[in-house]
C-alpha cells in the first residue's frame, strides 16, 4: 500500500488524525508499521494503571462481597469443613481479594488481553479480506489495530476520573444498566447484562475505527459486512469468559 500522505507523520500528528482523519491516518500506519504499535500500547497500558491505582480498594472490597457470597452458595459443602479448614479458605480468599492482588493480576492479565487482543482482531480483519480478495500483509494490520483501541484508554481514563470524582467504582458499565438487577452475582451471569456492559460511546468509537482500518486496506470493498461480522465476533470472545466463570463459580 502507497503511502497517501507523502511525508512522514509524527506520533502526535497521528493522534490527531485518528480523530480527524481516521482512514488517512491508519492508512499511514499500514504503509509504515514499524513500532507504530509502541505508543498506543504505551497509552492503553497507562490509562490501565491509573485506573487500577484509583479503584483498587473499591475493587478489593466487590470481589470480597462476590466471594462471601460464593461461600453462601456453597451451603452444605461449607458445613462438611472443619473449623480450620473454613478459616484457612477465608484467609485464601482474603488474599485474593486484597487491592494488591487485585491491580497485579488484573494488570498483567489486562496486558496480556491487550496483545491477544490486537493479534486476534487483526487476524479476524485478515481473513475477512483475504476472502473479499485483499492482498495485506499480517503485521502491518495488528500496527493500525493497535491504533483502534485507543477509545479503551480513553475509557479507562474517564472511569478513573469517575472514581476520583465520586470515590466508586461504575459497576453497571455501558447500556447493562437497563437490565441490571442490583445484584452483583445474579448480573455477572445475565447475557443481556454482559453484552450491554460492552455498548458505549466508546466502543462505538473503536467500531468506527475499524470501518476506516477495512477502508483503509481495501478502498474499493464494502466494509460494513465485515465491521458488524467483527463486532458480533468481539461482543462473543469478550462476554463468553465472563459467562462460563459465573456459571462455574456461582452455579447461575
Known amino acids: 500500500m502507497e503511502d497517501t ?3 512522514p507523520m509524527r506520533s502526535s500528528a497521528l493522534l490527531i488524525g485518528i480523530i480527524d482523519r481516521p482512514r488517512a ?6 504503509a509504515h508499521p514499524r513500532w507504530k504499535w509502541l505508543l498506543p500500547g504505551l497509552l492503553c497500558l497507562a490509562a490501565t494503571a491509573l485506573l487500577l491505582m484509583v479503584s ?3 475493587l478489593s472490597r466487590q470481589a470480597a462481597q462476590q466471594q ?3 461461600m453462601q452458595a456453597l451451603g452444605d459443602q461449607m458445613q462438611t469443613m472443619t473449623a480450620a479448614q473454613q478459616e484457612q479458605m477465608r484467609q485464601q480468599m482474603a488474599r485474593f481479594s486484597s487491592p494488591q492482588f487485585l491491580a497485579a493480576t488484573t494488570f498483567v492479565t489486562g496486558a496480556l488481553g491487550l496483545v491477544v487482543g490486537w493479534l486476534f482482531a487483526a487476524g479476524l480483519l485478515f481473513i475477512g479480506l483475504a476472502i473479499g480478495g485483499g492482498e495485506l500483509k499480517y503485521a502491518p494490520l495488528v500496527a493500525a489495530v493497535s491504533w483502534t483501541w485507543l477509545p479503551f484508554a480513553l475509557r479507562s481514563l474517564v472511569d ?3 472514581v476520583l470524582a465520586t470515590g466508586a467504582v461504575r459497576v453497571n458499565p455501558g ?3 437497563f437490565f441490571s438487577t442490583g445484584d452483583l452475582v445474579a448480573d455477572a451471569g445475565n447475557l443481556l447484562w454482559l453484552l450491554a456492559g460492552q455498548v458505549d460511546l466508546f466502543w462505538l468509537w473503536h ?3 475499524i470501518y476506516a482500518l477495512i477502508k483503509a486496506a481495501r478502498p474499493r470493498g464494502g466494509a460494513w459486512a465485515l465491521t458488524i461480522v467483527y463486532a458480533m465476533v468481539y461482543l462473543a470472545v469478550r462476554v463468553a469468559p ?9 452455579g447461575l
Open 68 to 70: 462471601a457470597a460464593a
Open 242 to 250: 465472563s459467562l462460563l466463570a459465573a456459571r462455574l463459580s456461582f
Open 160 to 162: 478513573a476520573g469517575w
Open 5 to 7: 500522505t507523502g511525508k
Open 175 to 177: 447500556l447493562s444498566y
Open 25 to 30: 491516518a491508519l492508512a499511514y500506519v499500514l
Open 207 to 209: 467500531l468506527a475505527l
Open 56 to 58: 483498587a480498594e473499591e
